[in-house]
């Protein structure tokens, strides 16, 4: 509130400001009278840079995931450990659904880590400045109920974690990791994007088939 209030007084003419939650905020309706606009949003694009509550990391990039004017970039500046989780590789354990849905929207980067002495008073965490380039979404190459069912059991095989929440015979998810080449004790953060994208579609066929 108080920096609203000093960027009120410094009236800029080029600088529109909107006091409000960012979860709720259209962000693409906010460029109106601009006559270089399309619909409300600048035709050259639009960035979004933040230092934003640590808690709302999660919901804000299923935001600006779910939006039709998608920025161009994004820069953030967030907690040290959900950065790493946004750009786990396969085989940590920092992989999770979160990584997935990122790596289905968007192409993310960690630019720098961030020491709690840069700050004042300082925070009990390390800090990251991640960079977030949406790109065409490949939300419709998954199945996103298997995704949930293996991360939601992480710590089991990937083929315990589909038999307990969708019901499918372990025998038939065992010889759907064989046919793509993937050892039946995998778990799902050892999956890639492109393998979840091979092993969802086939679990959605099983099902429809059963």
Not at 16 to 45: C, E, F, M, Q, Y
Not at 70 to 82: C, D, G, H, S
Not at 160 to 169: E, G, Y
Request: glycine share 4%; aromatic share 6%.
């Amino acid at each position: 509130t108080e920096l609203v209030h000093y960027l009120r007084l410094k009236r800029r003419r080029k600088v529109k400001i909107i006091h409000g939650d960012a979860l709720r905020v259209d962000w693409t309706v906010t460029l109106k009278d601009n006559p270089s606009t399309t619909l409300g949003v600048a035709t050259s694009g639009y960035r979004i840079v933040a230092n934003i509550p640590y808690s709302m990391t999660s919901p804000l990039l299923r935001k600006i995931f779910s939006l039709e004017h998608k920025p161009t970039l994004a820069v953030f500046l967030i907690q040290r450990e959900m950065a790493e989780r946004l750009v786990a590789p396969p085989g940590s354990s920092e992989r999770g659904f979160l990584t997935i849905l990122a790596e289905a929207n968007a192409a993310s980067k960690i630019v720098r880590k961030v020491r709690p002495g840069s700050f004042y008073p300082k925070p009990k965490v390390e800090s990251a400045i991640i960079t977030v380039r949406p790109r065409k979404s490949e939300v419709d190459k998954l199945y996103w109920p298997a995704v949930e069912a293996g991360f939601r059991h992480k710590r089991q095989t990937l083929c315990n974690a589909i038999n307990k929440d969708l019901k499918i015979p372990k025998a038939k998810i065992i010889a759907l990791l064989e046919r793509a080449k993937l050892a039946p004790l995998i778990r799902a953060q050892d999956l890639s994007f492109d393998d979840w994208a091979t092993i969802s579609q086939r679990i959605e066929k099983l099902l429809k088939k059963s």
